[in-house]
């Protein structure tokens, strides 16, 4: 069953899904957008600190060269033009390693000191370009860019200060250079860090790929490796294998619900045609008894068939979309009162101790039919005098749900054993039934999240359900009666039985 299932798959070429090259995956393609948004913002960071450093280097040029400037008026004020003058070439010869160069002319624009050219005597600021007389002391440039400030004396001679701007355009094209050096340099790191990302992803993924592959070809038992990239994935990877679990359990079920029909169901079947056999070669056309024979051995049969659907459909998760909340105590009220007079008729002895008002989310009718199963497996399996009591207590957190007897037990180490389909002891080999009772009652346990536990009852048989109480579910203690009037303690709430 399970190769023809996946046979399909094992023959699809999956080659090209192991293939994946790195700068086409996700995480590469998301680093391209990460790089050129992270290269984007580094661009304005670096222009934004050009602009911001020139601004403030050419207001420290402009202050210092007028600040020269009105120190030189107020010397031309106190001496006159010639001490001007005087301290202008003096200055000019002590001052040019400072990048400051001067201009004095008298009103009719003779050049008095200095050596900018006559043309830059002019009143305010602007910038002046004149020869480089040294060009192996700024990099053989063959002119040089100032910035010049002009201002007119008393009797309309003009002072002229300049600053060179050639350490200010300097600092601006190192400033340019280094923004683009270091945009392609991280734009470079980041195309870099996302190849490698990449390709640690599809590595990692190409794992997965390959688990999934063996997975597709019939290697149920194959889970997932860890991604290891993230948390989220890592979670992602745990939830997939608790998927393949849960299906690897349901192809185990369904392998053992055909082992278990083509084993359990021979017998049988095998009856079944022997008794037609027998009817077809006897003389006598056949009687009553021996069709109402037959016809039980069917319905035996039929109710195998729909035991098995049963289960198989409980394992899969049906019914859980009939879940609701629900009275657990009305419930084993109704199946104990409806049992208490079969139990009389068979000479048992049935008792109950239910808590009142305990609630949880399930199938009620599911819920029935479990105990209905617990019931009729010790009515059948325990002798006339046993006493059989189905109990209903909490403990704050979860209802414990049990029906216990006093018959002969099973053995401890049978126990797990006869949870599983079309299991009987040696004892009831030979008794009608087919085994599936208490198969049917772990489905139910394991639909609704319960724990299932059989136990030793000293002596006899404790089945116990522990499912989770609803929300909000309250509960108190209160003194009442069993079912045979007897004084029984009731709770909702209060310590767990050892």
Known sequence: MTA?????????????????????????????????LFALGTAALLVMVERTVTYYATEVAHDDVAAEAALL?????????????RAVERRESVLREHQLRYLLTD????????????????????????????PADREGAPRLSLMA?????????????????????????????????FGVAISLLALIGGALVGSLFVRRLDGVNKSVERIMQ?????????????????????????????????MAGMRQVSTDIAHDLRTPLTRLRQKIEAMKLASSAPSEAQLENILAETDSILAIFGALLRISALEAGNGR????????????????HAYEPVADDSGHHL??????????????????????????NSLFHTPPGSTITLSLRTDGAAAHLSVADNGQGIPGHEFHKVLGRFYRLDSSRHSRG??????????IAELHEARLTLSDNGPGLRVEMRLPLATGATGHRALGHDAMGHDATRFTAGPSRP
């Open 321 to 336: 979309q009939r879940f609701a909340r629900m009275d657990l105590s009305e419930v084993a009220e109704r199946v104990f």
């Open 73 to 85: 008026q107020a010397d031309g004020q106190a001496g006159g033009l010639a001490q001007l003058a």
């Open 218 to 250: 019939g290697a149920l038992t194959e889970r997932l490796p860890a991604i290891g990239i993230g948390p989220e994935f890592d979670q992602l990877t745990r939830q997939l294998n608790r998927m393949l679990d849960k299906i690897e359990g349901l």
């Open 107 to 134: 009103s009719a624009q003779h050049r008095l000191a200095g050596s900018l050219p006559i043309t830059a005597a002019v009143q305010g600021w602007q910038n002046v370009r004149i020869a480089n007389p040294d």
């Open 351 to 376: 008792a109950a101790r239910i808590a009142p008002g305990v609630t949880i989310v399930g199938d009620a009718e599911l819920i029935a039919q479990a105990l209905t199963n617990l019931i009729e």
């Open 4 to 36: 023809s299932l996946f046979t399909p798959f094992a023959t699809r070429d999956t080659g090209s899904m192991l293939r994946l090259n790195p700068f086409k995956s996700g995480a590469f393609r998301f680093a391209i957008l990460i790089t050129a």
């Open 434 to 443: 087919a085994g599936l009772g208490l198969s049917l009652v772990a489905a």
């Open 149 to 181: 400030y002009g201002v007119t004396l008393p009797g309309g001679a003009r002072l002229v200060v300049a600053s060179d701007n050639s350490d200010l355009d300097e600092l601006r094209r190192r400033l340019s250079t280094s923004a683009l050096v």
